[in-house]
């Protein structure tokens, strides 16, 4: 079995000095929900074997924030193909990962995450709110073997379900 983890990088900071959209970092609330989701995805006990994300800076400090806060110990690999990729485009990276991996952690952006999650379990209407994750699973033994319609949806969590929840921010 392959497992998808996608998540979605945090809420970002519009009224930053940035030069480019590339370059923009995240807000307070933002860098609060990405360790949030690092330190719920530690207590679930389903880190990834592996981390590959955007190198915009959001999606940087989104990863770098969650691996802290959930003391994940996973290589990371910046990748400038997820930034404006597009869901088919994820799906070729995916296939080429190396098959010694059973779980992926790929963070990104919007739309593509929401279009990717969508194309991967042949359906459905997803949003993918910032910093959210959502969790599909694949009968394969290959990362070659992922494909559309093939994925099932085991699971999403948003920061605000988490605090609804009760679940400790860690401010």
Partial sequence: MKRVILLRHAKSDWSAEHANDHDRPLNKRGR????????????????????????????????????????????????????????????????TEDDTATSLLLAGHEPTWSLLAEMLIGGGNLRIPTAAMLRVDFAASSWRDVDVATGTLIWQVTPKLLERLGFDAGD
Avoid: N
């Fill in 32 to 95: 609060r929900a990405a360790a949030m989701m690092g330190r719920y995805l530690a207590g679930i006990e389903q880190l990834p074997d592996r981390v590959i994300s955007s190198t915009a800076l959001r999606a940087r400090d989104t990863v770098d924030r969650a691996g802290a806060a959930g003391g994940w110990d996973r290589p990371v690999r910046w990748s400038a193909e997820l930034y404006e990729a597009t869901p088919d485009a994820v799906l070729e990276l995916i296939r």
